[in-house]
């Protein structure tokens, strides 16, 4: 098997793609927490994404990808046989997983495959872990199996109401911390859109919980040359890619945050409509 080869290509939901890469090297080395970023071609955009599952025995990575733009959409297109460009790897801090009692991880669409790993670990140290998992709609729910495994009591929100309580993952959270006996909660831990993020936070200190959340914000090189994921922390800027991606959320400016995912739109999506134009 040559590296970089995907084994895999499967859709789990509505543009939402798992793929299996053989990588043996970052298979061994990659801990819950940290990422790799991948080229689909060699003039292609360098994009982060998060190692859902590892098999070390197998040298198999698996990715959970939503496709969202150009690099994501060529991503979706490949074939078993084909191969990534190159994949480097493990970048970032891996998370920090302790025993911390009860925890609670709140994770919206995507964000899924970033939080799966870390609350497997989690589980393993002897927490208590709790997942809420939530999506527009029933058929863009992902990885549940993997959830009821990883975690203990599992619960789902989507926009809709198609399955799990109406509504969103934070609706679940304010539930579950305000409910009664809800005291024991020492962490919720989130992944996700940043407005979600955000309310996460807010949600937990009112009642006196930390959160601790994996950014996403637009990242390039990965090894903290380029800047581009840039992020306010406690008044003080940091890297994502190298100091990150998991901080403190009551700790991070938010609003600055908000902004910069969304400084490259209109080129996002002029690129994103020329790949469609040329199919
Ligand atoms: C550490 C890290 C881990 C990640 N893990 C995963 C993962 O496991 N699975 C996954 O599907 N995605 C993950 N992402 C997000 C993924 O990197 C972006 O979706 C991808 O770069 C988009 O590339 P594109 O060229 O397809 O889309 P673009 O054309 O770059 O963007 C298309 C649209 O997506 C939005 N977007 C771009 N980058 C991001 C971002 N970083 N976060 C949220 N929205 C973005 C843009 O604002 C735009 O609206 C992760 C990001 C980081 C920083
Ligand atoms: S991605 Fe370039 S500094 Fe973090």
Redesign the pocket.
């Known amino acids: 098997m040559k590296k970089n080869n995907i084994i895999s290509i499967l859709p789990l939901a509505e543009k939402?793609k798992q793929i299996e890469v053989f990588s043996p090297e970052i298979a061994r080395k990659i801990q819950p927490g940290q990422?790799v970023i991948i080229r689909v071609h060699k003039n292609g955009?360098r994009?982060?994404?998060?190692?859902?599952k590892k098999t070390p025995a197998t040298g198999i990575l698996t990715?959970?990808?939503?496709?969202?733009?150009?690099?994501?959409?060529?991503?979706g297109r490949l074939k078993p046989g084909d191969a990534l460009h190159d994949i480097a790897g493990p970048?970032?801090k891996a998370a920090e997983i302790m025993y911390y009692g009860n925890v609670v991880v709140v994770a919206g669409g995507?964000g899924a495959?970033?939080v799966l790993p870390v609350c497997g670990a989690l589980k393993s140290k002897g927490n208590t872990v709790d997942v809420i998992v939530g999506a527009r709609s029933a058929s863009m729910l992902i990885l549940l199996d993997d959830f009821k495994k990883a975690g203990d009591r599992l619960f789902i929100a989507t926009d809709d109401g198609t399955a799990g309580d109406k509504g969103f993952v934070t609706d679940v959270l304010k539930k579950l911390v305000t409910a009664p006996g809800s005291g024991g909660i020492s962490l919720v831990y989130s992944a996700g859109?940043?407005l979600m993020m955000k309310r996460v936070c807010e949600i937990a200190k009112e009642a006196g919980i930390r959160t601790v959340v994996?950014?996403?914000?637009?990242?390039i090189d990965g090894t903290g040359m380029c800047g581009s994921?840039r992020v306010t922390v406690s008044g003080k800027m940091k890297f994502?890619?190298v100091d990150?991606?998991e901080f403190d959320g009551d700790d991070i400016n938010w609003d600055e945050l908000e902004n910069r995912?969304?400084l490259?739109?209109g080129?996002?999506?002029e690129?994103?409509k020329k790949l469609n134009d040329k199919k």
């Open positions: 939402i990422f955009e994009i982060p994404l998060t190692v859902a990715i959970v990808f939503q496709e969202v733009g150009v690099t994501t959409t060529l991503l970048l970032g995507v495959a970033e859109p940043v994996s950014l996403n914000p637009i990242m994921c994502a890619c990150g991606p995912v969304k490259f739109s080129q996002e999506r690129a994103i």
